[in-house]
């Protein structure tokens, strides 16, 4: 299967996370999470444009550090217009990022950007209760 997220081609890392054995990869938590994205896990300034179609629009934050936890590695951000950073995953030489569909043909520059830590994006209470949000519907359905 092909795939339209950033590095899908070589994101082939298990998970370190052994409560989470049953994603074999960045790709199939990219599968588990299209069930599981919806309005109410994009970002408020975006839900608006929020739709079945962009599924990954506003999601990147609370989807990276959700990665983090399962995969470990770091997560990094790319400074966008108006000051948000759009993050994405860092693990050793393996770069992926799985809401990067929702730029469509935009080329994303994934070099020299600064790292992102979940206590600085948590801080907006909203971000964190989107990201425990989409983890315990991921933790609903590896049951």
Known sequence: MEYKFYGWEGATLPPVDSKY?????????????SDIWC?????????DEWSEDNKTLGQCSITAFLAQDIFG???????RPGGNYHCYNVIGDVIFDLTSEQFGDEKLDYSD????????????TE????YEYLKEKLNERLK
Do not use: W
């Open 21 to 33: 054995e049953k994603i074999k990869s960045p790709q199939m938590l990219y599968d588990f999470l």
């Open 127 to 130: 971000k964190k209760e989107r």
């Open 113 to 124: 950007n600064p790292e992102q830590f979940r206590e600085v994006h948590f801080e907006k």
């Open 73 to 79: 590695g770091k997560v990094y951000g790319i400074l």
């Open 39 to 47: 309005s109410y896990t994009c970002a408020p300034r975006l839900r």
